[in-house]
């Protein structure tokens, strides 16, 4: 593909050519099949044209059957300085969907062969369309037009500026903060089979865990180490997969203390890159509070390889306060998002443009609003511990019992008898008794893991 870039581009009139890629000689002559409707392909080759040919001025995608504007739309950012553009001879269906190019300032268009464009009978009502998403177009499909807005230099400026990490109130940050320096410290271990086990204490009784880790289908790049993503996939809820798991479930929704820690003590080892995270405390109100951490790390084998694949992760909480410096975690949920070495290095120019920006922005991340009572009550917050409220024993039916025992020999491997007296010793807790197996592990003798 970087040779036919190459070929096709035009630098007398600083143009790009894609127009019926894959037909080209140099794929076809070696029985090379490159079609722009497979995702990797397009990631692939946008990404040769970033880092290439970001300049380009005209750019002709030109029968493709390109049915969505969605990777397109990542080239706007790529290539900020394209004003011609043909996309004629495609397979998209909707006129709205140009939307997601309005960034660029276009003035030649050429879109006629597309479904959508069956839709007009008269060239007013299709030219004001187009100039709804796109207004400063002159010359649509062969035909001079009178652009509807004047060019702006730049529209990319219309963006929001990045921000810092968001929160009104100093004293929850705080709270916040030390939660998820002892969350990360127990998370990022090279024994996560069971240093992470000790989770436990951050998990309510009822909460809840999931999972996805969201990449293109046929995006191989930058999965990096296969084994590691491959582990990913099987505990994956990722709506795109949906028919994967939909019939059942609760096969990647773990629910309770015991049955999160034995799930995160299944993913993959991980170092977690402090210096990338961006901390948002979405809200905070009587007990609760939710916020979402977002930031860059590697895993695996990756940890030790000189040039890693790098991850993005947003992990989104939800806790509960269970006392005073103390929470425990209702609900946790983690995206993960395989990157390239380019989109790292975009992400970390993106937090260096934010902090420039903090420099002339009032309060914590440019917005004062009123502050709330603290989620712990106190405004002297201590070191948190983070723990679960303590269960109240309930009488117990017997054959409930008899079940229990038999699922905590299950899920521990001890035997019945070893089983029954560790969920005596705690009231038939089942998540207290659990914790309890965690702590005590090296110290019960052999036999009872014996038939």
């Known amino acids: 593909m970087v040779n036919v870039l190459a070929k096709r581009y035009n630098k007398a009139y600083n143009s790009l050519d894609l127009s019926d890629f894959g037909a080209d000689k140099d794929f076809t002559s070696n029985k090379i099949i490159v079609s722009l409707t497979r995702n990797d392909v397009l990631v692939a080759l946008f990404d040769m044209i970033e880092k290439d040919y970001c300049n380009i001025t005209q750019l002709s995608l030109k029968d493709n059957r390109l049915r969505s504007f969605v990777f397109l739309s990542t080239l706007v950012f790529r290539c900020k300085n394209v004003n011609q553009l043909d996309i004629s001879s495609n397979e998209f269906k909707n006129i709205e969907d140009l939307e997601r190019i309005s960034f660029w300032n276009i003035e030649k268009l050429l879109l006629e062969n597309n479904p959508f464009c069956t839709n007009y009978t008269d060239a007013e009502t299709y030219t004001r369309d187009v100039h709804k998403y796109l207004p400063t177009v002159s010359y649509l499909d062969g035909i001079n037009v009178t652009p509807s807005a004047v060019k702006t230099e730049d529209r990319s400026a219309l963006l929001p500026k990045p921000r810092l990490s968001y929160c009104d109130s100093d004293a929850v940050r705080r709270v916040v903060e030390k939660f998820l320096q002892e969350y990360v410290q127990l998370y990022d271990t090279t024994e996560p089979e069971t ?33 590691t993503y491959s582990t990913y996939m099987r505990g994956s809820r990722n709506i795109i997969f949906e028919d994967r798991w939909v019939g059942n479930p609760d096969r990647v929704r773990y629910k309770g203390s015991m049955d999160i820690v034995v799930q995160l003590s299944k993913l993959p080892s991980t170092k977690h890159l402090v210096e990338t995270f961006l901390l948002d405390i979405d809200f905070y109100i009587d007990n609760l509070c939710g ?43 983690l995206q993960i998002c395989p990157i390239t070495d380019m989109a790292a290095d975009s992400y970390r120019d993106m937090l260096t443009s934010a902090a ?69 010793d705690n009231n038939f807790d089942f998540e207290a008794s659990g914790r309890r197996f965690l702590e005590i592990r090296s110290q019960i003798p052999p036999e009872a893991f014996q038939p």
């Open 291 to 333: 916020f979402t951490l977002r930031g860059l790390f590697i895993d695996g084998a990756e940890q030790n390889s000189p040039k890693p694949h790098y991850k993005l992760f947003m992990r989104n909480f939800l806790v509960v306060s269970t006392g005073e410096g103390t929470m425990a975690i209702l609900c946790d949920t």
């Open 195 to 227: 240093v992470r086990k000790q989770l436990i204490a951050a998990y309510d009784d009822n909460a809840e865990f999931s999972y996805s880790i969201n990449t293109l289908e046929h995006h191989t790049q930058s999965r990096g180490d296969i084994e």
């Open 356 to 424: 420039l920006e903090a420099n002339d922005l009032p309060g914590p991340s440019g917005v004062n609003q009123p502050i709330h009572a603290n989620i712990t009550g106190s405004n002297n917050v201590p070191s948190i511990v983070v723990t679960a409220p303590p269960p109240t024993p309930q009488p117990i039916d017997p054959s409930i019992k008899r079940q229990m025992v038999e699922q905590f020999a299950a899920q521990t491997g001890m035997n019945l008898a070893y089983s029954e007296r560790c969920l005596e």
